[in-house]
């Protein structure tokens, strides 16, 4: 397949769009990369905040948290309610639920504006302040998805905008 589609590229363009696409791979691979640290973290954070908070089934609920965090927004929600219900259970307390919202809060506003923008430097070279612009930006554009695939597409904007700058689609390369 990659042979045939390549055969479709102009000749004198074929090793820099090629190029191009290997950097977008692997960029693309640093977010799958990144996201994975992200969500373990937040698995961490979540079942240690837990533990200290007695709540039954810190390591389900953190595991839960950290998977449910790959999801913008609605994670956060979904990360959310067995936690708050296992507490209910346990407690019967407003307080208590107070107690987790406050815990699942605090994680949360620290992958977003913390974590996963350091993470996604790391792992794809973007600066902090362009991931969270980007999520934002696309998020308004495209909604849900656009929030999902905002990272990648960043990325893949940053590599063709390098090429770009460097002159590798002029006409005579």
Not at 96 to 105: E, H, N, T
Not at 146 to 159: F, S
Request: aromatic fraction near 14%; hydrophobic fraction near 60%; proline fraction near 4%.
């Amino acid at each position: 397949i990659i042979t045939g589609i390549t055969a479709w590229l102009p000749a004198q363009q074929r090793d820099t769009i090629l190029a191009m696409g290997r950097e977008i791979n692997a960029s693309i691979g640093g977010y799958i990369k990144g996201q994975f640290v992200v969500s373990l973290i937040v698995a961490i954070l979540a079942t240690m905040a837990l533990f200290f908070l007695e709540v039954d089934y810190p390591l389900f609920n953190g595991i839960f948290a950290g998977l449910a965090s790959i999801l913008p927004f609605i994670g956060v929600v979904l990360a959310t309610i067995p936690a708050l219900f296992f507490a209910y259970v346990k407690f019967q307390s407003g307080i208590a639920i107070f107690k987790v919202i406050a815990a699942f809060a605090v994680i949360y506003f620290f992958e977003g504006y913390i974590i996963k923008p350091l993470v996604f430097k790391g792992a794809m070279n973007l600066n902090p302040l362009v991931t969270i612009i980007a999520v934002m930006a696309f998020g308004e554009m495209m909604g849900f998805w656009g929030i999902l695939l905002a990272i990648p597409m960043a990325a893949a904007v940053k590599v063709f905008t390098s090429h770009l700058r460097r002159g590798d689609f002029s006409s005579g390369t």
